[in-house]
């Protein structure tokens, strides 16, 4: 038996992408762009740096879950 995938396919609609802004937005948060690509909204802030990001390896996680 063969199945076709489905033919309809969800899209992210204004409302979405408005609503994920917003969201960053009231976070005191500077959205500088956003880009929107395969369903996945990615907003780039001027403020975020990679250091402000949480340096979360598997090393580090290993090392919590010996620690207990």
């Known amino acids: 038996m063969v199945v076709k995938p489905n033919s309809t396919r969800r899209l992210l609609k204004e409302a979405d992408i408005k609503r994920c802004v917003k969201g960053?937005?009231?976070?005191?948060?500077?959205?500088?762009?956003?880009?929107?690509?395969?369903?996945?909204?990615?907003?780039?802030?001027e403020d975020a740096s990679p250091k402000d990001a949480p340096a979360f390896t598997l090393d580090l996680w290993r090392a919590q879950q010996h620690a207990n």
């Open 24 to 45: 960053v937005v009231s976070c005191g948060v500077k959205v500088s762009r956003v880009e929107i690509e395969n369903m996945k909204i990615v907003i780039y802030s």
